[in-house]
């Protein structure tokens, strides 16, 4: 598990490995609800008039 940096760099590593799933499988499933989420707040300022 190389290039895992920055300051949570560390804590991500030691829960990863306490939970027992490879950091990869990881970080698709956290991509994929990051991405969404991201999706649903831009529709929603739009929706709204915000942006």
Known sequence: MTGVA???????QALVGMA???FGD??????KWATATSLVV???GVFLGII
């Open 42 to 44: 831009l529709g929603s």
């Open 20 to 22: 027992k799933v490879e």
């Open 6 to 12: 920055g300051p949570g760099g560390n804590s991500i």
């Open 26 to 31: 990881h970080t698709r499933y956290a991509v």
